[in-house]
């Protein structure tokens, strides 16, 4: 069992289309960071959110942290093919931090 | 800025063997930190390194070390490779200690054990 859920695991939409990813847990994170991963490559830092309800935005991708500081989720408008990877939530809890399992998102053109 | 780099990118051993992971962090950063990454467990904290001193410690068998040298280079050695341990090995820089600041993720070492 993952101490960060992510939500849903794959995730297959055509171009244009809007989309949710859920990363929740019962435990409390100083902070979550959320990354992208794409074939062959490290995962590339995205966002990094601190504060309970915190919204941040970066282009088309609205990111929030829950206001217990529990979950967070990751909205992306008008998915572009040029979204495609691997999106991972991660928590930091004792200066560890703790990754999600992944949602594996694919934009057709 | 060159970024993270880990070598070899790929490797295939046999069980019972020891392999030993190279990690070069941006230049200036003194920790790095290990992860491995599979498609069962996802990506899953080995250790972190600062400055030569391991700072913190996942959840893995002894047989996974690893150390940093003064140059803040990191190596990460398995020793009695298991079918299991074959997964994609990342390494990530950051300025500070802790998981809380912004990691630099090299592109992996993929490690096969037949």
């Known amino acids: 069992t993952q101490l960060l859920e992510q939500s849903p695991q794959f995730l297959s939409i055509q171009e244009g289309e809007n989309l949710t990813v859920y990363c929740n847990s019962s435990?409390?994170?100083?902070?979550l960071q959320w990354y992208r991963q794409e074939p062959g490559e490290g995962p590339v830092l995205l966002v990094t959110?601190?504060?309970?309800?915190e919204v941040k935005k970066l282009k088309r991708l609205t990111f929030q942290f829950g206001d217990a500081r529990k979950d967070s989720s990751l909205h992306i408008t008008a998915a572009q093919p040029g979204d495609t990877g691997l999106y991972l939530c991660?928590?930091?809890?004792?200066?560890?931090?703790?990754f999600g399992g992944g949602t594996r998102l694919m934009v057709k053109p | 800025k060159a970024g993270v780099t880990q070598t070899p990118r790929y490797l295939i051993k046999t069980r019972g063997q020891q392999v030993t992971l190279s990690c070069s962090p941006i230049?200036?950063?003194?920790?790095v930190s290990w992860y491995q990454q599979t498609p069962g467990q996802g990506l899953q904290f080995l250790f972190e390194?600062?400055?030569?001193?391991?700072?913190n410690k996942g959840n893995f068998p002894g047989r996974f070390s690893g150390r940093q040298f003064s140059n803040s280079r990191s190596e990460m050695n398995v020793s009695t490779l298991e079918l299991g341990d074959s997964a994609l090995y990342l390494c990530?820089?950051?300025?500070?200690?802790?998981?809380?600041?912004?990691?630099?993720f090299g592109p992996g070492t993929r490690l096969t054990v037949l």
């Open positions: 990530a820089s950051s300025l500070l200690a802790g998981g809380a600041n912004e990691q630099f």
């Open positions: 435990s409390v994170f100083s902070s």
């Open positions: 959110v601190v504060t309970g309800g």
């Open positions: 991660a928590g930091t809890q004792d200066n560890m931090l703790t």
């Open positions: 230049s200036g950063h003194r920790s």
């Open positions: 390194y600062f400055s030569e001193t391991q700072r």
